[in-house]
């Protein structure tokens, strides 16, 4: 346990409050086209350490006590096979599938839609982050319970650069305001559904749901989360994430 879920837990025990109940929307509907070739396996079905991609997301957050049902967003071609890979797991929480859409928004919607009334807050998270840990998940989900809206993200640790429409460097940006956001992006249901209105209603395209919110004019806390919360996009960060999970077991 982290430091700030233990002083989150000691926290909340002294103002007798009861934990905000909090639904995981898990992601797996792409079609990993910057990963597969042609005709193979989307990224989620592939096999890391012995378990499918997307089982290691759904396993961190059954495992996460802050976190009281999930819903697995997945491809209407998948739909059966994930389902059939499910009963092979023994999970402490509620999980309901859904179908996912043609867009990572259109899924999160339908992720949305699908969790129960009786939620206070949603934690939508990419099953392509299968680095994912407990630790990690607690402390955005606690941060997000003090603040409304919490995400997941890392300090850039690069230089970064301005650049021109020609290519050349215009400017260096100050790095010590930057940081990479990362999912889980958990946020109160509420203020959530009434973004994914107005990003609808607007026609608004958003790279990531903490956009949706700050559309809204809502802050969004960032928690960093380190390094190794990587999106596997690539065949490179396949590797990567295999080398990170092996040490992890070592
Ligand atoms: N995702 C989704 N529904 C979509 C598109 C993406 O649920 N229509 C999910 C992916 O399964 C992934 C996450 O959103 O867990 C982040 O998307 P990305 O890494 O871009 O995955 P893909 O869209 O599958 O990959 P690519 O963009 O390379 O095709
Ligand atoms: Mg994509």
Do not use: W
Not at 56 to 66: E, G, I, N, R, T
Not at 175 to 190: D, G, I, M, N
Not at 213 to 226: A, S, Y
């Amino acid at each position: 346990m982290s430091f700030t879920e233990k002083a989150n837990r000691v926290l909340r025990f002294l103002s007798g409050h009861r934990r905000p109940k909090t639904a995981a929307v898990i992601l797996a509907a792409g079609l990993g086209t910057r990963l597969k070739d042609p005709g193979s396996r989307t990224k989620q079905l592939l096999t890391l350490e012995g378990k499918p991609l997307f089982m290691h997301s759904v396993l961190a957050f059954d495992a996460s006590p802050y976190i009281d049902e999930m819903v697995l967003v997945v491809r209407k071609e998948e739909f059966r096979e994930i389902r059939r890979t499910l009963k092979g797991y023994k999970l402490k929480k509620p999980l309901r599938l859904t179908v996912g859409g043609d867009t990572r928004q259109a899924s999160a919607r339908r992720g949305l839609d699908a969790i129960s009334d009786k939620m206070e807050y949603i934690a939508v998270h990419d099953a392509a982050r299968c680095l994912i840990t407990p630790a990690m998940i607690a402390d955005v989900v606690t941060a997000a319970h003090a603040s409304r809206a919490a995400s997941a993200g890392t300090p850039v640790t690069d230089t970064v650069k301005q650049i021109s429409k020609d290519g050349y460097v215009e400017k260096t940006i100050d790095r010590s305001t930057l940081y990479r956001a990362q999912t889980p992006q958990v946020f109160e249901c509420k203020l959530y559904r009434a973004a994914t209105y107005v990003a609808l209603e607007k026609k608004q395209a958003v790279t990531d749901d903490n956009m949706l919110v700050e559309l809204l004019g809502q802050t969004v806390k960032m928690v960093d989360c380190g390094s190794e919360n990587i999106k596997v996009t690539t065949k490179e960060d396949l590797a990567l994430a295999r080398i990170i999970l092996r040490a992890r077991t070592n």
